[in-house]
């Protein structure tokens, strides 16, 4: 009988229409210091040469899935939940980047909490243009590297009026929850991380690294892009959906500061994508 051995991670990669990139970020992953992980690239029915790229790989670790039909991004990304083995899980979108040691780094901090009080670690991350050109690095605002309390990342998020905890591959979490909060959920398409964050959150504390150990891609055509236009209606209609949530003890001040911040931000958004992408209007 063929005996599997569990792996400690599972990084997943949902991908649709990656291939220009998608190169990239299983390098990354291949070349990742820290060694028991599985990879699952999961092809949402990708009709360009996706497909090519994975088969060009020769790795017992990467495990590749190619759906018969386009399912989207919130069924793709809860099949990664499905088809992960591992003790800790990250997503990585096609289009991103990590550091060499940023598994490493994740797991020795999770590893390193035996009470499990720590649901989720998350670093600071480099936005690279599609060249790989680093534009800016984005912080967690004024922390150092240490636990933060999850009722903090919740309030400060929601007054930010945007995700600080990051993009999906800046973040490693116990794939043990995922069983007891359940999936993703795109009904806001937006924010279907936070939203999970926030799920998350509600089960303990977070780290946080104040080094990026991840790159996220922003490019022309880019999914995160094309949803982006309508961040501020998705973020408000995600933040009254959190208000009418008891634990997240939310008071009005929070949702009036997210509310105004959200479209603050959702205008620089769009000048960064027009200055720095030569996209837009």
């Not at 291939?19 to 210091?33: E, K, P, R, Y």
């Not at 959906?241 to 003890?249: G, L």
């Given at each position: ?63 590749y ?17 499905t ?24 797991v020795?901090?999770l ?56 993009e ?24 279907i991380d ?25 490019a ?50 769009l ?11």
């Amino acid at each position: 009988m063929h005996s599997y051995s569990i792996p400690t991670v599972s990084v997943c990669i949902p991908t649709y229409c990656g291939s220009t990139h998608l190169g990239a970020a299983i390098d990354s992953v291949l070349s990742q210091d820290f060694t028991d992980f599985e990879l699952i690239i999961i092809d949402d029915n990708s009709p360009d040469q996706t497909s090519d790229v994975v088969l060009s790989y020769e790795d017992s670790r990467i495990r590749y899935i190619k759906n018969s039909m386009n399912l989207g991004p919130e069924v793709n990304w809860n099949k990664c939940l499905t088809e992960s083995k591992g003790k800790y899980f990250k997503l990585l979108p096609h289009d991103d980047v990590l550091a060499h040691d940023c598994l490493s780094r994740q797991v020795d901090i999770l590893e390193n909490d035996p009470n499990e009080c720590m649901v989720l670690v998350f670093c600071a991350r480099n936005i690279i243009d599609q060249k790989g050109n680093v534009i800016t690095t984005r912080r967690y605002p004024r922390a150092k590297t240490g636990v933060i309390a999850s009722q903090s990342l919740i309030k400060k998020s929601i007054r930010r009026g945007t995700n600080l905890l990051g993009e999906p591959g800046a973040l490693l979490f116990r794939k043990s929850l995922a069983e007891t909060i359940g999936g993703f959920d795109g009904s806001i398409s937006y924010i279907i991380d936070l939203d999970y964050w926030f799920r998350l959150l509600l089960k303990g504390d977070a780290f946080y690294i104040n080094q990026p150990l991840v790159s996220f891609r922003v490019a022309p055509g880019s999914w995160s892009i094309d949803i982006g236009v309508n961040q501020s209606d998705d973020f408000i209609r995600f933040m009254s959906r959190c208000a009418q949530t008891p634990s997240y003890s939310l008071t009005f001040i929070d949702t009036l500061l997210g509310r105004l911040m959200a479209k603050a931000n959702n205008y620089l958004r769009l000048l960064f994508y027009k200055f720095y992408l030569r996209i837009g209007n």
